[in-house]
């Protein structure tokens, strides 16, 4: 079994957004990725998507984007990013996921010699534009990376999808790389920058954790085999 991760797929079938607006790399954006991934991916294989699944505000509007992930070969695990507004509860999206799909939500998911943990994240203190607004989601979002990690039992190892990348633009890491340290964290994958931003990605095997940045853009379209 291989484990795959691609994030910000950004998709919008319900009410089409053109990506390409973000750039000529975008251009048919979501083609290349299925492309890609139909070559490289197996139906024995997991594939995880940290965040910005679809641009649908309700969860009604983003089934059509899960149902066209769901065509795609291999299980897929899900977790929200900061434009997911159509993410709800996890009774309602387990009633209406179809089989091959699955999500993290304050719990871990067991896709066989691995564990996947994980949470939204959030922009970091210290930024100028950081508002006491932000703090409570900040501390809400470590609480949930906390739940996340100490649900799983202590058998296998690691993984954390997180959608904001868990260092400050210095490199200093987070209190969301304090938790993964916690919790003997092996791998994280991370996404969420885009354009200029991705020049300052910061990635690597730290702290005894390999971070991955994971976007879909950053990855030119193409799913990142990890394991």
Known sequence: MGIFAISDLHLSKANPKPMDIFGANWENHWDKIKN???MNVQESD????PGDISWAITLDDAMADIMDIDRLP???VLSRGNHDYWW???SKMK???PESICFVQNNFVDIGDWYVSGTRGWNLPGDERFTDE???IYKRELMRLELSLSSAPDTK???VMIHYPPFYENGEPSKFVDIMKKYNVKHCVFGHLHGDSLKRVIEGEMYGIRFT?????YLDFKVKKIY
């Not at 997991?46 to 998507?49: A, D, E, F, K, S």
């Not at 940045?213 to 853009?217: P, R």
């Open 157 to 159: 190892p690691i993984i």
């Open 134 to 136: 932000d703090m409570k």
């Open 88 to 90: 709800s509860s996890a």
């Open 74 to 76: 291999g299980r897929k």
């Open 213 to 217: 940045m994971v976007s879909c853009d």
């Open 46 to 49: 997991t594939v995880l998507i």
């Open 36 to 38: 890609d991934w139909c």
């Open 95 to 97: 009633k209406v996921f």
